[in-house]
């Protein structure tokens, strides 16, 4: 009986690896329904996270607009504020404008007062000479004329003459008035109280006679002096001019009238000026008010000067000036310098010139 062939893949075998490969199969299974349980749970949580994200989003989408806000509330805030502080500061500005107005208004108001003053006085004059004069007479040799309400004859000692005449004002701040106290006070004025000031006037009116005592046929010429020198008439430093020009007498006693009243006073640099003219002046009229408080330039110090400073620089100035020139002082009343009339007479013996100290009334 011949033998049955083996066969290598039985049924047997079969249903071994069938099994086996469903026991793989159900392996894999389960191990994927265990990975899709734990990927919902995982996904769980970051959707809770991208939640939590959301809300805090929203809330910081909150916080912004509220911020911007109040951003815009500042911004409009600040305009307003920067407005109010401009509105305030036009407001002080208009206001310190107006006080100045009215003070100046004041001013002017004095002023104009004393020009009104001023003018009944020269009215007042003419009545009197007009009817004091019987008859017209013969015309004089004088340019221009004068009027003043003062007693002038007791100044005819006062030399008027010569051929090259030097007029010398004194246009300092102690000009102004007779006491340092009111001096002081009318330096912190406008400029048109300081211009109309009574002794100023005064000054500018003997200035005014001076020049109308020139005679004719003369050469003069008027500086104005401080700390610094100046010729009135414009451009005529160093020059002599004519005194027959009745409209360079005219234009130096209108830059006069214009001139504030400041600063010190400098001797030595006005007769510095004087002693450089030439042909050099025979005669020198001078008006002031006291001895110097500076010499050719200012101390590097400012210090009180005393009346023996002043005297020493009086000394220096008078240095200065060239010899054999008459020197003609009108010496106007000044309060704490009582050197300066027994300096100045003796400057005037010296240089036989005549020494004046008119009365409140001239000219």
Not at 104 to 132: F, N, P
Not at 247 to 265: E, F
Not at 328 to 344: K, T
């Amino acid at each position: 009986m011949a033998r049955r062939k083996a066969e290598v893949f039985s049924l047997s075998f079969l249903d071994v690896i069938a099994c086996g490969f469903g026991a793989i199969v159900l392996f894999y299974t389960i191990i994927a329904a265990q990975a899709g349980v734990q990927r919902q749970e995982r996904n769980d949580d970051l959707q809770a996270e991208v939640d939590l994200l959301e809300e805090q989003v929203l809330e910081g989408y909150k916080n912004l607009v509220e911020l911007r806000n109040s951003l815009e509330s500042t911004d409009e805030a600040v305009p307003a504020e920067g407005l109010a502080a401009r509105i305030i500061e036009e407001k002080e500005r208009l206001i310190q404008q107006l006080a100045e107005a009215e003070k100046d208004t004041l001013s002017r108001r004095e002023a104009i007062e004393r020009l009104k003053q001023d003018l009944k006085s020269l009215e007042e004059g003419t009545r009197r000479l007009s009817a004091g004069t019987p008859a017209p007479g013969q015309p004089g040799n004088r340019i221009k004329g004068f009027v003043g309400s003062g007693d002038r004859q007791y100044l005819t000692g006062l030399k008027v003459g010569g051929e090259r005449i030097l007029i010398l004002v004194d246009v300092s701040a102690s000009m102004m008035d007779e006491t340092v106290v009111n001096v002081i006070r009318l330096r912190n004025m406008p400029e048109t109280r300081r211009m109309a000031a009574e002794k100023w006037r005064r000054t500018v009116a003997t200035v005014d006679w001076l020049t109308s005592q020139l005679p004719a046929k003369s050469k003069f010429q008027v500086y104005a002096f401080n700390t610094r020198v100046e010729a009135l008439v414009a451009g005529s430093d160093g020059k002599w001019l004519d005194a027959g020009d009745a409209g360079a007498l005219n234009d130096a006693l209108q830059a006069l009238r214009k001139v504030v009243p400041q600063d010190g006073t400098s001797l030595e640099n006005v007769f510095m000026a004087a002693a450089a003219l030439a042909p050099r002046p025979d005669n020198i009229i001078l008006v002031t008010d006291g001895l110097p408080t500076q010499g050719a330039s200012a101390p590097a110090v400012r210090k009180t000067v005393d009346g023996e400073a002043r005297l020493r620089l009086f000394e220096r100035a008078i240095a200065k000036l060239p010899s054999g020139i008459p020197v003609n002082v009108i010496l106007l009343p000044m309060e704490g310098d009582p050197l300066a009339p027994g300096a100045y007479w003796a400057l005037t013996r010296r240089s036989n010139g005549s020494f004046l100290s008119p009365a409140r009334d001239w000219p």
